[in-house]
């Protein structure tokens, strides 16, 4: 029986997004989450895991190591939990939907911490303006991205917002925005709509799709792990 309604999949393919709500369960979730903790605190196979701290990460006095963590890279690599999450056959099996093939391969995992009271923003990109101007470039820009929320995500704590559309235009130019960041140019943000979810949701969005966050200055966290598809017949060359 298929995940997806015809109307979601038409959402897809007109806004470059979709919010799809609850999937993982409450016990996944808090299994998924402690791992994700352990991992940013330097415990397990960290090792193997790429970390970005938090830009005011040294001048932060009284905050664990795991609340300095901005960004972990490739964390599917050093936990078999979080590597079973990103072979989920629910999310695999609405990926192949929104890309209308079964031919479908994960290319990656990040998270974005968002600690509380200073986790930081995510300038306003689309994932491919990194594959084009960062990563190694991959051809056609066939990728979906599903978010899966750890923690209660919110306005106030900084959601993902998403412009309804923007994936249609392509890849479109970027700069740097700080810290390591993109930063799309010319485009209208004015349409920009948030992604709120509970524990547990997800959402899908197109590597085209202009994104970004706010702060989180809340007592709240907002982990989030972004787990990365890409269809068969795209080329991916290491330029």
Not at 13 to 41: M, N, Q
Not at 89 to 95: A, F, G, K, N, Y
Not at 164 to 170: F, L, N, R, V, Y
Not at 209 to 227: D, E
Request: proline content about 7%; overall charge negative; hydrophobic content about 40%.
């Amino acid at each position: 029986m298929p995940t997806l309604t015809p109307e979601q999949c038409e959402r897809f393919r007109e806004d470059g997004f979709l919010v799809y709500g609850p999937l993982l369960s409450p016990e996944e979730v808090t299994t998924v989450g402690d791992r994700i903790d352990a991992l940013a605190s330097a415990e397990g196979d960290a090792a193997k895991v790429s970390v970005r701290m938090e830009t005011a990460a040294a001048t932060l006095e009284g905050v664990s190591r795991r609340d300095k963590v901005w960004q972990l890279m490739m964390a599917a690599q050093a936990d078999d939990v979080i590597a079973s999450i990103a072979q989920h056959p629910q999310i695999l099996d609405v990926t192949r939907q929104l890309m209308q093939t079964e031919d479908v391969h994960y290319l990656q995992d990040q998270v974005l911490m968002k600690p509380a009271f200073h986790g930081s923003h995510v300038s306003w990109h689309q994932d491919s303006g990194y594959w084009t101007n960062v990563e190694p470039w991959i051809d056609p820009p066939a990728i979906v991205t599903c978010w899966v929320a750890i923690d209660n995500v919110t306005e106030d704590n900084g959601c993902v917002r998403m412009v309804p559309g923007s994936h249609k235009g392509g890849v479109l130019p970027h700069e740097p925005g700080g810290d390591h960041l993109l930063h799309v140019l010319g485009v209208d943000l004015t349409s920009a709509v948030p992604v709120v979810l509970p524990p547990g949701g997800v959402s899908f969005h197109h590597s085209c799709t202009v994104h970004g966050s706010a702060p989180n200055t809340t007592p709240h966290r907002r982990r989030g792990l972004a787990l990365t598809y890409v269809r068969g017949d795209a080329k991916v060359t290491d330029r």
